[in-house]
């Protein structure tokens, strides 16, 4: 296993003791879930396959019949955060499926591409989608996208002392976006942790200060020393290496919430 593939098995392993102290826009809302249930359509008995553990999305009012494949590559996401049959899980690199051709209707995932380098990873893993899923089929994605005008990163960091960001999750992808300088580098974690620490070198006074819950801002001390990169792509940049392996995007669907925005669910058909 190379150094960065330990890096990422070791971060993920800490992300699932951690779970449930996440929320959105890091975890699906309602109003994402209402982007995943407009792709759901079409199938009598769907067959799907679920990058990433993500129990919001098994727990939708799927048809009698649905065929399930979970996939990810970390045995401790799969057994801290997988509440459903164990038998559908699969341990699995999304770059490469144990998957039959053609056989699976929809595709989902929750956040997955900020984990993947780009733009190698996401070209394999679209090739690997085209493989696998059936003429007709979608691959449901909820992104994590980078605004065309960037901010300055000490802008952000201002908006979050003045009480104008609702919570880490949200200061994680608005810091993060705004500390990348391309999709192709993105951001090390590190990065995000040595910003925020900058100027609130004291996170229980940080809590106290916007009246967060302590326990939750202690989550970004996962960031600390951490050489793990997250990636924000712009739309347009997920978009053409989708296309240019014969998808067709036939929508976006944005949620309501603050920073909405930065999290659309994208609907690509394999035709």
């Known amino acids: 296993m190379t150094s960065s593939l330990m890096d990422q098995t070791a971060h993920w392993s800490v992300v699932a003791h951690q779970w449930s102290l996440l929320g959105p826009p890091l975890r699906p809302s309602e109003a994402d879930l209402d982007g995943f249930r ?9 067959r799907v396959a679920l990058f990433g553990a993500t129990m919001e999305l098994y727990r939708l009012p799927w048809p009698e019949g649905t065929h399930w494949a979970i996939v990810d590559n970390n045995v401790d996401i799969l057994n801290a955060v ?3 049959p164990r038998d ?3 341990r699995a690199d999304w770059r490469s499926l144990p998957l039959a051709p053609s056989s699976r209707d929809l595709v989902m995932c929750d956040g997955g591409l900020t984990l993947v380098p780009y733009p190698v990873g996401y070209e394999s893993i679209v090739d690997c989608l085209w493989k696998t899923l059936a003429s007709g089929g979608a691959a449901l994605f909820r992104v994590h996208i980078r605004p065309s005008l960037p901010e300055s990163h000490d ?6 002392l003045a009480a104008r960001i609702p919570s880490l999750n949200h200061l994680k992808i608005r810091l993060g976006t705004a500390l990348q300088t391309s999709t192709r580098e993105g ?4 990065a995000i942790w040595n910003a925020l620490h900058r100027v609130a070198p004291d996170l229980r006074e940080l809590a106290e200060r916007l009246g967060w819950d302590f326990e939750r ?36 669907n944005y949620p309501d919430y603050v920073m909405g925005e930065r ?9």
Do not use: T
């Open 38 to 46: 407009r792709g759901m359509g079409g199938f009598e008995k769907p």
């Open 82 to 84: 997988w509440a459903g």
């Open 88 to 90: 559908m899980a699969i």
């Open 155 to 160: 802008a952000v960091l201002d908006d979050l």
């Open 187 to 190: 951001v090390v974690l590190d």
């Open 217 to 252: 801002l202690q989550v970004i001390e996962d960031y600390r020393d951490n050489p793990y990169r997250f990636r924000f792509p712009e739309l347009f940049e997920i978009q053409d290496v989708f296309e240019h392996r014969g998808f067709r995007m036939e929508w976006a």
């Open 263 to 271: 999290s659309p669910v994208l609907c690509f058909r394999r035709p």
